[in-house]
């Protein structure tokens, strides 16, 4: 049996919208790349002809990704939990790091399709998000970052659509 992927209602959306995208959009201006550059004759010195077939590869394996990970994918309304303020999948945390620095940051936890760190999006599977699941508002959390051991005050925890 295969296990689903957690999916958050948004990342889903994000990712649906992506697929369309892909199939609406990049595949048809990649298809007429290649035919515009077929027609400039020699295929084989032709850059403009392999470049595009290059493109066309990453955007049928990007869709056919999608469209696994999609079908594969068990989606959650982190807006319907009622975890209070433990975190969970789904949730958004704040958290007060190295107590001395006094710096906030605010992490979601969510899949690992939809995690993206410069959005603020941070995988399940990802260390930090593993030491803070099952945790509360007020607790302290210290995990092994890459860098060496870091301690976070978890300020709150809030679940949003």
């Known amino acids: 049996m295969t296990t689903q992927t957690p999916l958050t209602r948004v990342?889903?959306?994000?990712?649906?919208?992506?697929?369309?995208?892909?199939?609406?959009?990049?595949?048809?201006?990649?298809?007429?790349?290649?035919?515009?550059?077929?027609?400039?004759?020699?295929l084989k010195e032709n850059a403009e002809y392999h470049a595009a077939r290059e493109q066309q590869g990453f955007i049928e394996g990007r869709i056919?990704?999608?469209?696994?990970?999609?079908?594969?994918?068990?989606v959650i309304d982190v807006s319907t939990l009622n975890a209070g303020s433990k975190v969970v999948f789904g949730a958004t945390v704040t958290l007060l790091e190295d107590v001395e620095d006094a710096d906030e940051v605010t992490w979601q936890i969510v899949g690992e399709l939809e995690a993206?760190?410069?959005?603020?999006?941070?995988?399940?599977?990802?260390?930090?998000?593993?030491?803070?699941?099952?945790?509360?508002e007020g607790d302290q959390?210290?995990?092994?970052?890459?860098?060496?051991?870091?301690?976070?005050?978890?300020?709150?925890?809030?679940?949003?659509?």
């Open 116 to 136: 993206d760190v410069s959005a603020g999006r941070l995988s399940i599977s990802a260390p930090l998000a593993r030491a803070l699941i099952g945790k509360e």
């Open 64 to 74: 056919q990704e999608l469209e696994a990970a999609l079908g594969n994918s068990r």
């Open 11 to 42: 990342g889903a959306e994000r990712l649906r919208a992506e697929l369309d995208r892909l199939k609406k959009t990049e595949r048809p201006a990649v298809i007429e790349a290649i035919a515009e550059a077929r027609a400039h004759g020699d």
């Open 141 to 161: 959390v210290d995990f092994q970052a890459p860098n060496g051991k870091r301690s976070y005050e978890i300020v709150e925890v809030r679940y949003e659509g």
